[in-house]
């Protein structure tokens, strides 16, 4: 993503997403910590505005200190400047990649990773970084999403298509389809990194719901790189494209991006 300002405008469904993690999970969180200030770490922490403005205002917990990475240098730069504080801070790390020095032997109450596992490559190594950062009984805190099987069968780009090297091409991304054992996979990634799942709320057809088109539409543009360097006409063609390829539907008066949701809360043994 290279167009930091615009996802910042449109990631209301990742915002819904989180408030409703913590209608799951907050009051857990706070009966753990009391009125302990926590360290933080949020993995794959965008544009830097639901770490901001959700975890840390609605969550009900104190903070100590707060840090997001993202593997996005523009994701980052723009998260510093918006939100950067003497509490908050952001790094550029890949999440499965090797930890930069300034996190190297930093260590957190509180893991947390929204919507971002699943385009993992290597989810092991990126579970393996996330136990690494917890202090010993730390809390790991997740949304992990698999997508409908049908994209898989429907992608409308090939590899010889003009656009094809803007597309956000769901082919690529292993553990955004992992199988429908989805628990019993997650389970055994943590407990052969020495973590263990206390709770987990699966739901079916859960997803992104938008206002309306032209916010899908938005949100397409704002996480396809470089389309802002585009004709108006090209751009419309590939977000277009990815429309129809993503499967957002109107559903009576609702735009919806269909998904399967594993809300999740883990604990480093």
């Not at 003009?162 to 019993?184: E, S, T």
């Not at 079916?204 to 389309?227: M, Q």
Request: include cysteine.
């Amino acid at each position: 993503m290279d167009n930091p300002e615009l996802y910042n405008q449109n990631n209301q469904p990742q915002q819904s997403g989180v408030q409703k993690y913590l209608s799951f999970y907050g009051e857990m969180l706070r009966n753990q910590f009391n009125d302990k200030e926590v360290d933080l770490l949020d993995i794959g922490s965008g544009c830097g505005r639901v770490l901001s403005e959700i975890i840390i205002v609605k969550s009900g917990l104190k903070f100590s200190k707060i840090i997001g990475i993202d593997v996005s240098e523009e994701m980052v730069k723009f998260s510093n400047t918006k939100y950067g504080s003497d509490l908050i801070s952001f790094h550029v790390m890949d999440a499965e990649g090797e930890v930069p020095e300034i996190l190297n032997n930093q260590r957190f109450d509180i893991v947390t990773s929204f919507y971002c596992l699943p385009y993992c490559k290597n989810l092991n190594a990126a579970i393996q970084n996330i136990q690494k950062f917890l202090k010993p009984n730390g809390l790991f805190c997740c949304i992990f999403s698999q997508l409908p099987k049908s994209i898989n069968e429907n992608e409308l780009v090939s590899s010889d298509d003009k656009h094809a090297k803007y597309m956000f091409k769901y082919r690529d991304l292993p553990n955004a389809r992992v199988p429908d054992d989805v628990i019993g996979v997650i389970a055994r990634h943590l407990n052969a990194n020495g973590m263990e799942s206390i709770e987990v709320t699966d739901i079916e057809n859960d997803g992104f719901e938008f206002a309306n088109v032209e916010a899908a539409r938005r949100l397409i543009e704002a996480v396809i790189p470089k389309l802002k360097n585009m004709s108006l006409s090209e751009k419309q063609e590939v977000i277009d494209k990815q429309f129809k390829m993503s499967e957002i539907n109107q559903i009576g008066d609702k735009v919806v991006f269909a998904l399967r949701n594993l809300y999740f809360i883990a604990r480093k043994l």
